[in-house]
């Protein structure tokens, strides 16, 4: 890692001497974990903030996940999408359940609920779809497909924290929702993670298989995991809550001077935010057309040399993992839509504390490399190292 090397994302830290009156608190308290006062402080604020009626944190979004399925007995087949990150997948291997992959929308680049029907055997109990890039998918839809079909629906929602549609926040969708508070994520807790559930008796079953199962002292009603998060998580999490507005509005700036500034730039393409009420920027894919120079991957090399670190979510697809490619669904004539994307797809660094100079670089590269006499040369040649 050198200085100038930009990274797809980097977190928000806020000023250390902010965080040092909650760590003061811990200190004082001995209070580090299990449930503790920072830990339901952040579950309040986070309702409040969402406008969600119940949360139950997580040590990090893949036990959130984990632990959704659990909690709502899934078993047999899940439908779910095969352009996310694994974790989606590995949450039904965890589980003792079959994945089916359906192929995405070309436009949302979500599960494409016209395909879902197709899927469903009567071994199917549920649907995973995922708000890829926090891009709300067709709720709609998949909600009455799965009352046609007595579905439950768990949203991975990892990307999703701060997004609205019309009606208020897309977390309320589904009979469950998971989030991620990754480093890597909008709002992040270092590691962390929660399952967004619609009622009390849900948000206790759950609190329940968090912590191993105990409802009290001496009674274990469930063969639980241990996915609390802790207080030192939590205490951040309040001190991020406070900033993270600001942090989603300066994505939101750098997420229209990109389109700015590659709208015209032939053979680009930058994904319509067209789905949310309030979107949250969270990462800002591009697709690399036939019509641009160099393909995805020359230009995913190109911007590297440049110190740039783009990445390719998602590629490659969940299916082609060893532990999913033998699966039925998971064959590439199965999922035509979601192979092409992976194969175009390109996330460019997007995150609160990049500065406009530092977009300028790699607009540069991106526009030096669209000439088709500037993508055969040396990088630094065609554009000046910042
Ligand atoms: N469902 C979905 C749809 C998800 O996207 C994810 C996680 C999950 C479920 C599971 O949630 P968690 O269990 O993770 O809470 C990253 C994240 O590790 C992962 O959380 C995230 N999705 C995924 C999309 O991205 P990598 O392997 O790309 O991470 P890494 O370490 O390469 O980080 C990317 C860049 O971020 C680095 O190049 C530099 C920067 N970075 C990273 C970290 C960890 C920092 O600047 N500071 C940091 O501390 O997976």
Known sequence: MTDKTLYVTQPHLPPLEEFLPYLEEIWERRILTNGGPFHQQLEKALCEYLGVEHIALFANG????????QSLRITGEVITTPYSFVATAHSLLWNGIKPVFVDIDPHSLN???RQIEAAITPQTTAILPVHCYGRPCDVEAIQRIADNYNLKVIYDAAHAFGVRDAGGS????????ILSFHATKVFN?????????????????IDHLKNFGFVDEVTVAAPGINGKMSEINAAFGMLQLKHV????????QLDRQYRDAL???????????????????????????????????????????????ARRYFYPLISDFPMYRGLPSAQSGNLPVAAGISERVLC??????????????????????AIPAFAS??????VPCA
Do not use: M, W
């Not at 040369?377 to 065609?382: E, I, K, N, T």
């Open 263 to 309: 709208g015209e730039v032939a053979g680009l393409h930058c994904l319509p935010r067209d789905g949310a009420a309030r979107d949250n920027h969270a990462y800002f894919p591009i697709l690399v057309e036939d019509g641009y120079p160099l393909s995805r991957d020359a230009l995913y090399a190109r911007l590297r040399e440049h110190g740039i670190h």
């Open 189 to 205: 807790t270092f590691e962390g993670g929660a399952i967004v559930c619609p009622d009390a008796k849900t948000k206790q079953r």
């Open 170 to 177: 897309v977390l309320r969708h589904g009979d469950l929702a």
């Open 111 to 113: 599960l494409d609920p």
């Open 348 to 369: 460019l660094p997007i995150y609160p504390d990049l500065t406009d100079e530092q977009q300028q670089r790699v607009i540069d590269v991106l526009r030096a490399c």
């Open 377 to 382: 040369q040396a990088p630094c040649v065609s």
């Open 62 to 69: 893949t036990l959130a996940l984990v632990t959704a399925l």
């Open 245 to 252: 507005d600001a942090a989603i509005e300066r994505r939101g």
